[in-house]
């Protein structure tokens, strides 16, 4: 999620060069100080939500002290590694540990790690119910393209937060405790780019919402997120 990848590149921010730090500042959103890095933290810690980063580092090297003094403030400590399996053992047994086993293991392979001097992993962990009720699962036609129809398993409910604005659709699901919602929006032009703005989702969801039936088809998603300037070096 952006939120994990936000959770790792602000560390690395706290000490990469002024060009970089500022690349990683427009990326998150947020300023970059060690005061903020720990309200961020803080935050990413509920009874619902749990987040870890962890550092792994090769023998052959050693942190800047202003960073691993800064890792300490937080309360992490580079965890050294003397071969590409033992680097490889450590970073999927922390990965492991801190989802539930829901992720057992990130690194296939040890030889991933060749060209790696220093790992920033964040482990994110999520649990809560919805503050809905989902209908049973029912097989339903599904669209991938105007011409393929395929069949798909389908959930659906009544939700009273639908919205319709500025060429796009979207829907609020609230989590039970209140403190968390996942949203999720989609364009009103089939031959539309999926890419929504910021500004485009805050237009959105800005409106009093409408009452609608909402059907979703179950599934599962991958996310891929190129970096640009001084951190895609």
């Known amino acids: 999620s952006k939120t994990s990848l936000d959770s790792a590149l602000a560390l690395a921010g706290m000490a990469a060069s002024d060009e970089a730090k500022r690349d990683i500042e427009k990326f998150t959103g947020f300023e ?24 792994f580092i090769s023998d052959q090297y050693t942190l800047r002290p202003e960073f691993a003094e800064l890792a300490g403030s937080l309360g992490m400590t580079a965890q ?11 970073i999927n047994q922390f990965v492991n540990q801190h989802t539930d086993g829901m992720i057992p293991k990130i690194i296939y392979s040890a030889d991933s790690l060749q060209n790696t001097v220093l790992a920033l992993i964040n482990a994110m962990y999520f649990e809560a119910e919805w503050g809905f009720e989902w209908t049973e699962e029912k097989e339903m036609p599904f669209y991938p393209s105007d011409s393929e129809e395929v069949t798909a398993n389908f959930v659906y409910t009544t939700f009273d937060k639908y919205y ?20 999720a929006a989609i364009p009103m032009d089939d031959e539309a780019e999926v890419r ?3 500004e485009e989702f805050e237009a959105v969801f800005g409106y009093a919402g409408g009452e609608a039936i909402v059907y979703f088809p179950t599934f599962t998603y991958e996310v891929d997120m190129d970096l640009v300037g001084g951190t895609a070096e």
């Open 80 to 90: 050294e590694y003397t071969s590409l399996q033992e680097g490889q053992h450590l």
């Open 164 to 183: 319709e604005h500025g060429g796009w659709y979207g829907v609020k699901m609230d989590y039970k405790d209140g403190r968390y919602s996942m949203y």
């Open 196 to 198: 929504i703005t910021r």
């Open 32 to 55: 970059l100080d060690e005061d903020a890095l720990k309200s961020w933290q803080e935050a990413l810690n509920t009874d619902t939500l749990r987040s870890a980063n962890g550092i």
